[in-house]
């Protein structure tokens, strides 16, 4: 089945410089546009998207508000926020936003494509340049919070796998566990470490100490 993409952004000429990249991918579908929050909200639950490419300079802050109201409301759907912006205060709060992939405008087409694919498959994707800001409020956020963070041997091989960007199903075939278990297990590990997905999970992961920076999967466009 091709991926289902939707795109939110607020200029004509960027919506349609990405309606024809994602034309040209025969593993893409492109299900619709949406340039405001309100419009973006609506569209997400009558197309069912698995891909969102938000543009976080909508007004006021509206792409980090979308995200959140989408990612609430269908928790399947992975958004990747596209934006020029690389303040850590920002990324966090995509993060806890729910956002599962961070992208510079400036990317070339290429590692975009590439970035679809992986989040799609995986659930995780970053920019390199946007990986060191992240990790950077985290740590900041950890510091501040100070407490002790304990995952079982389990839950560390989980997070593990989710980063390197294993499904629910294979983690259970590699760790001989049911998808229900895996999922329970993700559950409890998102609690522990506050976040609500794959992506934030890694990142929290890495700037916790769990987790070295070459276990998040940077999309290859080679």
Known sequence: ??????????????????????????????????????????????????????????????????TRQIVAQQPQVHVIALTG?????????????????????????????????????????????????LLTQYRRLAQTTGTALRLSARELAILRLIAAGATNCEIAAQLTLSTQTVKNYLTVIYQKLGVSNRAAAAVAAIAKGLLGENDIPIPDST
């Open 85 to 133: 912006h690389t303040e850590p205060e920002l990324l966090a709060a995509l993060a806890a936003a729910g956002a599962h992939g961070y992208i510079l405008k400036d990317v070339r087409a290429a590692e975009l494509i590439c970035a679809v694919r992986t989040v799609a498959a995986t659930g995780v994707t970053l920019s390199p340049e946007v990986l060191p800001d």
């Open 1 to 66: 089945m091709p991926i289902r993409i939707m795109i939110v952004d607020d200029c004509p000429l960027l919506r349609e410089g990405l309606r024809i990249l994602l034309a040209q991918q025969a593993d893409f579908a492109l299900v619709g546009a949406a340039s405001t929050l309100a419009a973006a909200v609506q569209l997400a639950q009558d197309a069912r998207p698995d891909v969102i490419l938000m543009d976080l300079s909508l007004p006021a802050g509206q792409g980090v508000e979308a």
